[in-house]
């Protein structure tokens, strides 16, 4: 069975704070993790994609790859208003498949009150 | 960044009609497309993966004869929700990869409703 799980909260944080989402998956040979953002009754945009274990950071967003324990996080520094959204979780599980089929976690609703 | 457009944007129809909708990418060739389907207060479920030029691979328990998809160029993929009924109201998403770091580009997604 494939799973993508996150913490579903939600979660609320106040403006200025970090927000720290978090995700496990089922399959150790998953070679690409994405996060994306949804804003209610809108479609997913891609926040940040990691392939290798470690930190990867870009602006205020920083993901972290931990493959041996099968575990992915957003953190979000300095949350503003503006971040408030579902953050979704999304990990390749086709093991040495090209069909690059995405399975999506439930996601996680952040509020950044002011 | 990659841009993929989806139309129509909201479609209000009657039992029983069918419904076209199109994805295209703008900006690069899209050598797979994906088709998802979302329910309120729910993630993202694929429905199928379509690559141009062949027929779409399905998800278990998506009725291929009811979501008819097409990828006739590596720009464009079309979904025809066919004998549409109220269960089938719902948000429409595709999204497309050039196949790059199995990167997905989503379009800004369709909503169904079905009377």
């Known amino acids: 069975q494939k799973e993508v799980e996150q913490n579903s909260g939600p979660l609320s944080v106040p403006e200025g704070a970090i927000a720290s989402l978090n995700c496990t998956y089922s399959d150790r040979v998953s070679q690409s993790f994405f996060w994306y953002r949804q804003y209610s009754g809108k479609s997913p945009e891609l926040i940040m994609s990691i392939y290798s274990n470690g930190d990867k950071e870009d602006g205020r967003f920083t993901a972290q790859l931990n493959k041996a324990s099968q575990y992915v996080s957003l953190l979000i520094r300095d949350s503003q208003p503006s971040d408030s959204a579902t953050y979704l979780c999304a990990v390749n599980l086709d093991r040495g498949s090209t069909l690059g089929r995405l399975y999506f976690g439930r996601g996680t609703q952040l509020t950044v009150w002011p | 960044g990659a841009v993929v457009s989806q139309h129509p944007s909201r479609v209000i129809c009657k039992s029983g009609t069918s419904v076209k909708i199109e994805c295209r990418s703008l900006?690069?060739?899209?050598?797979?497309m994906f088709w998802y389907r979302q329910f309120p207060k729910q993630s993202l479920m694929l429905m199928a993966t379509?690559?141009?030029?062949?027929?779409?691979?399905?998800e278990q328990g998506v009725e291929k004869d009811k979501f008819l998809i097409n990828h006739a160029s590596l720009t464009l993929s079309t979904l025809t929700v066919t004998s549409a009924h109220p269960e089938d109201s719902s948000f429409y998403i595709c999204s497309a990869s050039s196949g790059l770091g199995n990167i997905q580009y989503f379009g800004a997604g369709t909503r169904l409703s079905v009377l």
């Open positions: 379509s690559n141009e030029g062949s027929k779409a691979t399905y």
């Open positions: 900006d690069f060739q899209a050598t797979t």
